[in-house]
């Protein structure tokens, strides 16, 4: 299987920062790549998919980006409803993998 | 609105089984693939397994491959998890994920989620 390494695990930011969240695969996937958020006993959010592709109705401050094998979530300017847990998911293979998540927290 | 609503989940002794059952409304069920993906308490995601849409095939998570089942009834809207000779390790909130394709293979990203059913393995 494809492994996911997501980091940092948690990261301590304030209203206003620009935050950005690293996951790299074990392989090549292309750009086969999606970004979820979850906040507490909610289900997980799909924010953008194709590395880059932002879902309908996800705000401009959410951006993705790909390097290789490396992919990267950006908030633009950190907002109060942004604070939550970041997932990566793979889906370049037939079994597909996520990150082990990034929680933001408030500073 | 797409709405996918889970339920079948509950308390269950190590080596029993469980059927959960995925609700789904607001789309044209039958084609759209399907998937199971569940989180341990406190855990991460950890996708289970997933179903075509189009030819009904099914794909498994190695960790459960052999223990559960995946199913689709597309005339009732709904999809299915048989789970077999259960785990501790099992004891996870699953939730039904649907894709924007029919085939598993294509775009293989979950755009909508139910809100999860608990499952509790435990004697």
């Known amino acids: 299987d494809i492994q996911m390494t997501q980091s940092p695990s948690t990261l301590s930011a304030s209203v206003g920062d620009r935050v950005t969240i690293t996951c790299r695969a074990s392989?090549?996937?292309?750009?086969?790549l999606a970004w979820y958020q979850q906040k507490p006993g909610k289900a997980p959010k799909l924010l953008i998919h194709?590395?880059?592709i932002l879902e309908g109705g996800v705000p401009s401050r959410f951006s993705g980006s790909r390097s290789g094998t490396d992919f990267t979530l950006t908030i633009s300017s950190l907002q109060p409803d942004d604070f939550a847990t970041y997932y990566c998911?793979?889906?370049?293979?037939?079994?597909?993998?996520f990150g082990q998540g990034t929680k933001v927290e408030i500073k | 609105e797409v709405r996918l609503l889970e339920s079948g989940g509950g308390l269950v002794q190590p080596g029993g089984s469980l059927r959960l059952s995925c609700a789904a409304s607001?789309?044209?069920?039958?084609?759209?693939?399907m998937n199971w993906v569940r989180q341990a308490p406190g855990t991460g995601l950890e996708w289970v397994s997933g179903?075509?849409?189009?030819?009904?095939?099914?794909y498994y998570a190695d960790s459960v491959r052999g223990r559960f089942t995946i199913s689709r009834d597309n005339s009732k809207n709904t999809l299915y998890l048989q789970m077999n000779t259960l785990r501790a390790e099992d004891t996870a909130l699953y939730y039904c994920?649907?894709?924007?394709?029919?085939?598993?293979?294509?775009?293989?990203?979950?755009?909508?989620w139910g809100q999860g059913t608990l499952v509790t393995v435990s004697s």
């Open positions: 194709t590395a880059s």
């Open positions: 607001g789309f044209t069920f039958g084609n759209y693939a």
């Open positions: 179903m075509s849409g189009s030819d009904g095939s099914t």
């Open positions: 998911q793979q889906y370049n293979a037939y079994s597909w993998t």
């Open positions: 994920a649907k894709q924007p394709s029919p085939y598993y293979y294509d775009r293989g990203y979950f755009d909508s």
């Open positions: 392989q090549t996937i292309s750009n086969w």
